[in-house]
């Protein structure tokens, strides 16, 4: 039997018949629209041998995207309901049991994914939508690629490099583990319900070779913290707390690893934070 897709009325049956009414707290803006969850699997590039972790499945629509391409899928879904159901859609679509597992959990607790899958696709709960992806990408090495949804405003902060408007810590974060690309746009009439915000597809590849250690990912993400928190400030004096007390040592520290003292955190790379945390 072929994998087949949610359609529009169906999704609503399927809420009503649960009792969910879409909460913005868990951010529920569900996709109703077929071509859209394919639309993402593509960018992915989902194939049949691929592990593929989705975070927040709701009601199933792009697992059963997913899933049609003969990938398997675990799905992390903090709303009990909807996690519970998920096994039942998918079987009454098409979807042998062997190829759903189903985590009924916040994703921003998980510690442990069965199968180590080697892909994120996902239309993230935007309210934890950054949060998320820099823990799955922390705990979980094994994850190499990802295509996921964001808030437009989110997806463009993620892809922006050094020196645009929207460059900040969540950018320079993104890219320890990588490049980071948009990959597409997505009308905010494919939801249920409609948001107020537009969408973007976000892709990510992991670099072959890490940056460094646990130690030397939280001192970069600490200096990178404290370069944002005050981003009108030169760096001399942003970073004078975490590097040496006082301005004066801050320089001695950015001059020792190649940096301008008078810059701001904005024109720097992950590089260029990860020389300073070097030290
Ligand atoms: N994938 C579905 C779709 O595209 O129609 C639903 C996407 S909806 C934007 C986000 C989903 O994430 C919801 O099902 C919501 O319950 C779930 N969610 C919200 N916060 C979560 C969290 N911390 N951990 C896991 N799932 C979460």
Known sequence: MPVSLLGASE??????????????????NFVVDANTVRKIVQAAKVEAS????????????LTLAILETGASVVAVEIDHRLAARLPETTAAHGVPADRLTVIDADALQVRDLPGEPEVL????????SVPVLLHFLETFPFLQRGVVMVQAEVGERLAAPPGSKVYGAPSVKAAW?????LAGT????VFWPVPNVDSV?????????????????????????AAFQQRRK???????????????AASEALEAAGIDPTLRG???????????ARG
């Open 201 to 225: 597809l976000v892709g990510f590849e992991r670099d072959a070779e890490s940056r460094g250690d646990e130690e030397l990912r939280r001192r970069t993400f600490a200096i990178v913290d």
């Open 234 to 248: 030169m760096l001399r004096q942003a970073l004078s707390t975490v590097l040496g007390g006082s301005a004066a």
């Open 121 to 128: 696709v996902a239309n993230l709960p935007y309210n934890v």
């Open 266 to 276: 904005e024109q720097l790379s992950i590089d260029d934070f990860v020389r300073i």
């Open 50 to 61: 691929d592990r593929v972790v989705e975070i927040g499945p709701g009601l199933g629509s």
């Open 186 to 189: 997505v009308s905010r009439q």
């Open 11 to 28: 999704i609503r049956r399927l809420a009503a018949d649960l009792d969910v009414t879409p909460t913005k707290k868990l951010g529920q």
């Open 177 to 181: 583990y990588g490049p980071w690309r």
